[in-house]
């Protein structure tokens, strides 16, 4: 199994699947395991996954997270991909899924995620991490807090900087 990396740092094994899209013509396959489905084809069979707190979704950077309005929080994971490390599409859809659609269970990112990335992610609403195969996971605490303070309103905190500072 794969590790996660949780918002605090720690490192855990992941015991979710993420299911590829299948090819023109073949049927989706859901393991026996805790599994992401591609949004769409969630969204297409809804009435056979409702109720599952082992069925999650994955929206890649083009996917709109508005589709998920009024059903965001009957999922217990959503992953985010990101495809390569310079689309920051993926961002917007972390804070949109939380800022504007009330998300409160676990949002993670997938695909191509570094370390650099981990503090920025935390910052848009993000509480897991898969990170590509070949970075190293103990770094990820350290990456997490690199910075002690964020100048802009985030999900991690709606006051900006110069709001916060004393008088």
């Not at 026996?32 to 809804?46: E, H, Q, V, Y």
């Not at 070949?134 to 997490?144: G, H, N, P, R, V």
Request: net charge negative.
């Amino acid at each position: 199994m794969p590790d996660i990396i949780t918002q605090d740092g720690t490192i855990k094994a992941d015991n979710w699947t993420v299911v590829a899209r299948p090819a023109a013509g073949d049927s989706l396959e859901v393991p026996s395991t805790p599994a992401l489905i591609p949004i769409d084809l969630w969204l297409a069979g809804k009435e056979h996954f409702e109720g599952r707190d082992d069925i999650g979704v994955w929206l890649d950077s083009h996917d709109e997270p508005e589709t998920l309005d009024g059903v965001v929080n009957e999922l217990p994971l959503i992953a985010v991909n990101f495809p390569k490390f310079a689309d920051g599409r993926g961002y917007s859809i972390g804070r949109l899924l939380r800022e504007r659609y009330g998300y409160k269970n676990e949002l993670r990112a997938i695909g191509d995620v570094l370390l650099d990335q981990l503090q920025f992610m935390k910052r848009c609403g993000f509480d897991s991490y898969a990170l590509r195969a070949d970075k190293d996971a103990s770094k990820a605490k350290e990456c997490l807090n690199f910075f002690s303070q964020g100048y802009q309103a985030a999900t991690d905190t709606d006051v900006p900087l110069f709001r916060r500072r004393s008088s």
